[in-house]
């Protein structure tokens, strides 16, 4: 399994008391297998990718990514497991402002030290970025931007990549291009894809599907 999750709880403090969003949640994931979140508004999708990449730690449970056991990381190790394990796609795009499309793509390859010139070139031209390469980020529309992150993150072959709604800003036919590339690159290099999605249609394209209710996996 590339991911386990067992008995993972999470709660918040908020003006109205303890708000519990994850409730003794389990999930697994095997290596290469694609699986889509998906959930009512503020059902915890997010939280969950959250703690899955280490940005945050649960309040009970275990979070097992590739064999270590995220919760029990310090900083240095959650920061390498990100660098070198998990790619992230999340809401916020995080571009690197004064990096031009061209190099934030090639960023996150560089640091983890895979860096494959040609497969940076497919991912780059499949998203419809090449023409956009000397650009700089607040030179971009939201979709732009968007398919820079995605490609930022596939062009990084991490062995799990976890994606928040990441074709949210894109249109119908630019959405499908973007899973299809996601979708292949799972299949043809093991790269498993856990992807938050609104949307069934998306959903239906990918090997399982959890929704999240109530705090766990219905
Ligand atoms: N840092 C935080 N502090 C307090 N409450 C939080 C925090 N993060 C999330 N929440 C609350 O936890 C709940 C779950 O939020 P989360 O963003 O995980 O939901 P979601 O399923 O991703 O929603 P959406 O589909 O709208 O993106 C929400 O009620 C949210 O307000």
Known sequence: MILTIEAVRKS?????GTLSVLDGLDLTLAEGATLALTG????GKSTLLTLIAGLDA??????????KDVTALDDAGR???????????????????????????????????????????????????????????????GGQQQRVAIG???????????????????????????LALMLELSRDSGVALLMVTHSQR?????????????????
Request: no cysteine; aromatic share 4%.
């Open 58 to 67: 649960p309040d009970a449970g275990r979070i097992h990514v590739a064999g």
């Open 12 to 16: 918040f403090a908020g003006p109205e």
């Open 79 to 141: 920061a390498a497991l990100r660098r070198d394990t998990v790619g992230l796609v999340f809401q916020q795009f995080n571009l690197i402002p004064s990096l031009n499309v061209a190099a934030n793509l090639a960023f996150q390859a560089r640091l983890s030290g895979r860096l494959d010139r040609a497969w940076l070139d497919e991912v780059t031209a499949r998203l419809g970025l090449a023409e956009l390469a000397t650009r700089y980020p607040e030179q971009l529309s």
């Open 152 to 178: 930022r993150t596939l062009a990084a072959r991490p062995a799990l990549i976890l994606a928040d709604e990441p074709t949210g800003n894109l249109d119908e036919a630019a959405a499908d291009r973007v």
């Open 202 to 218: 998306l959903a239906g394209r990918l090997d399982r599907r959890a929704h999240l209710s109530r705090g766990r996996i219905a």
């Open 40 to 43: 009512e508004s503020g059902s």
